[in-house]
């Protein structure tokens, strides 16, 4: 869908207000609407002021010259400053009562346990980073991370932070093909692995997809590899390396290198709406503090607090807010490997019940599996530990924010729904759970020092209730700073549309009370079960198969997932496609990129319907995908005799 031709209206009416309990507020760092407010100014109105007093929570090697340089669209933050992101999240409570406590609370999914205080977490994470440098990482390398969700995972991002080499973590749900193209655009050194992870009781190969990538990646010299599963593996001599015969052996001795603020933290790797992955870079200081001061806030923090988020660190919400975010606070962060439905339904809520856990962040498409599961589930078992419910990834539909409040929350916990993205790093709209008032479907409010907006086409501001496209005014310090190796694409895609704005490619509206109600992508890009996939990166895959002469993709509603993706596909030569081609197609594309792109539906087409100058109209394919009927105007369409085509070609 181009700017040009959405029409943005928002259907939804909701009216249910809820004030945050007053207990709650009682309690919580910041208690009133007014005090929100008030700091919400100040971190607008003087910017400067505000960030360099919330930096002075972090440890500094040297402090900053200047808060912020802004040369649109490039800043740098804290310009000047040395400091380093593990030191931190560890080091600096290690002289604290927070010396013993347990940072990392993991369950695997076959219920094995680990619990890892600050100390016993620092120690291992030194361990890891001797190792990096023992296998020739230096500060600036990147190193790949394919890894279940193991404590290793954890550690390895610190060991990284630690030396300043720049991970990027691939999901390891993502094929041999798209980690192969993610090495190779960062020019990975090293890459960091196991032989496997658990998934509804089967193991979830890793190893093997690497030894798969490297046969084309000439910038890697080694692969650690983690022993998770047990399963037999072949080790390439002079390349490969075990965890456990270097890991433990190495000193527990590795000071944090002081770094420049500026220094890329991380690659994270996005859809857009090119077929290329975008490799999001984030910083040291900025990235830090954003993650940081967000936590503390959003999710109220407290020391003595069980704080659980369900994300895999494969995504930028397990990067901020099951790592950096959490443990800087010093908080306890609890990490479960595998499926929320094994081995029953329950299996959340178990881990609820027996770690006592306070706070709990999941996805919309999470929340409606449970609702579709049925209410005994959750019954069971005793959740009156918690005190507060997060959700982030996608709108979440009033249904599922009335039961996620009911029935999880037990009508006494706020529900924070945090609008942000892979780019913004943290959250940059969101209720304050002691503050803010709720209103189920709105993310309600900004973030300190986040100006956002409303505007339409040409960058003029909307009235409240009118839809438009949703826009940054102001830098923030957890802003991406760059696309890895690709700076022209970083000013076109964000900072074009609006010069001197960034364009988050969502649409919104802001309701008369000031809160922000957020429309999905307004790009062509596809939100499934809260992970952002671009179309023309299936189109890609689809097409690289040799009797796929041309695909289109886009997304259609879908209860569970949020959106599912339609694919419009037509063949080379007139043969009819052989029989289960579909699951070929489906099975291709899960080689190409990853199970989670794996088409819902496929419908094969003699042609596509096109605009006279040979564009594909996907707004007509998304109608059809979600109601069978095109409705739509078509006056700009080349051959209407397509569409009635197309309706025939049923799934
Ligand atoms: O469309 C918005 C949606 O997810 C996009 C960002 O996706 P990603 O970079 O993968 O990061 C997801 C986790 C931060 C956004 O552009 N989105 C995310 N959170 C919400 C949301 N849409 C509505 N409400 C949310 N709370």
Redesign the pocket.
Known sequence: MSKSSIDIESVLKEARVFEPPKEFAAQAHIGSLEEYERLYRQSVDEPEAFWAEQAETLHWFRKWDRVLDWDPPHAKWFAGGQINVSDNCLDRHLTTHRKNKAAIIWEGEPGDQRVLTYDMLHAEVCRCANTLKALGVAQGDRVIVYMPMVPELAITLLACARIGATHSVVFGGFSAQALEDRINDCEAKLVVTADGGWRRGKEVALKPQVDAALEKCSSVDHCLVLKRTGSDLPMVEGRDVWWHDVVPAASADCPAEPLDSEHPLYILY?SGTTGKPKGIVHSTAGYLLGASLSAKYVFDLKDEDTYWCTADIG???GHSYIVYGILANGATTVMYEGAPNHPGPDRFWDIVERYRVNIFYTAPTAIRAFIKWGNEWPEKHDLSSLRLLG??????NPEAWMWYRSVIGGDRCPIV???????TGSIMITPLPGAIPTTPGT?TRPFFGVVAEVVDKDGNAEPPEKGGFLVLRKPWPSMLRNIWGDPERYEKQYWSDYPGSYF???GARQDAAGNFW?M??VDDVI?VS???LGTMEIESALVSHPRVAEAAVVGRPDDLKGQAISAFVTLEGSAAPPPNFKDELRAHVTKEIGAIAKPDDIRFTDALPKTRSGKIMRRLLKELASSGEVKGDTTTLEDFSVIAQLKESEE
């Open positions: 996005t995504w930028v919400t959700s982030v990834g996608e709108p979440i729904d945090t609008w942000w993205q892979t780019e993310a988050t490619g969502d957020i999905g992508r939100n809260g992970h952002r």
